[in-house]
T-cell receptor
Framework: DTGVSQDPRHKITKRGQNVTFRCDPISEHNRLYWYRQTLGQGPEFLTYFQNEAQLEKSRLLSDRFSAERPKGSFSTLEIQRTEQGDSAMYLC??????????????FGEGSRLTVL | DQQVKQNSPSLSVQEGRISILNCDYT??????FLWYKKYPAEGPTFLISISSIKDKNEDGRFTVFLNKSAKHLSLHIVPSQPGDSAVYFCAASGGAQKLVFGQGTRLTINP
């Protein structure tokens, strides 16, 4: 399977704990995105990488959130001191370099976070 | 500030008939619009898109219409098939890399 891979698929944690999600994009894709989706809403943009550079961050990404893509391949999204409001599906997507249709992202299946 | 809105949370259509999903936007700087389809336990998948310089784009059973003056777009699926049952998201892009999504419409195709 050469699609976008996310791990873990589901994480249950207690309030105040730290969690980390990993995303492996499609291998030839240099652009990587993180989105968050809550119940009944569409995905909301969190951040965007081109290769290893983080080029855009949403205001939604508070200082408790940090994302990295150290070698321009896989990415991690860490949430520190989790709050119940962080419970959501965290979606990773990738896209190829200036090919294909604008805005066509390839999404992974998501990592669902439940904060108790 | 919901820049992209899908006002119908759900839609039920008989198999073989036309499904019409609607989307409104407020930001006139958006220049590209997309529809994504999502099955349960899967990530969204790209379906069809349209540039703001066009008013129609067709791909098989799927057609997207754009009315810039009304800031409205719609997705037509004809004929509707049971496999079309999914949540459909409208999304818009304004030149930056991020997409702004609507809330989604759950489409159910009844046999």
């Amino acid at each position: 399977d050469t699609g976008v891979s996310q791990d873990p698929r589901h994480k249950i944690t207690k309030r105040g704990q730290n969690v980390t999600f990993r995303c492996d994009p499609i291998s030839e894709h240099n652009r990587l995105y993180w989105y968050r989706q809550t119940l009944g809403q569409g995905p909301e943009f969190l951040t965007y990488f081109q290769n290893e550079a983080q080029l855009e961050k949403s205001r939604l990404l508070s200082d408790r959130f940090s994302a990295e893509r150290p070698k321009g391949s896989f990415s991690t999204l860490e949430i520190q001191r989790t709050e119940q409001g962080d419970s959501a599906m965290y979606l990773c997507a990738s896209s190829p370099p200036d090919r294909g249709r604008p805005g066509e992202l390839f999404f992974g299946e998501g990592s669902r976070l439940t904060v108790l | 500030d919901q820049q992209v809105k899908q006002n119908s949370p759900s839609l039920s259509v008989q198999e073989g008939r036309i499904s019409i999903l609607n989307c409104d936007y407020t930001n006139s700087m958006f220049d590209y619009f997309l529809w994504y389809k999502k099955y349960p336990a899967e990530g969204p998948t790209f379906l069809i898109s349209i540039s703001s310089i066009k008013d129609k784009n067709e791909d098989g059973r799927f057609t997207v219409f754009l009315n810039k003056s009304a800031k409205h777009l719609s997705l037509h699926i004809v004929p509707s098939q049971p496999g079309d049952s999914a949540v459909y998201f409208c999304a818009a892009s304004g030149g930056a890399q991020k997409l702004v999504f609507g809330q989604g419409t759950r489409l159910t195709i009844n046999p």
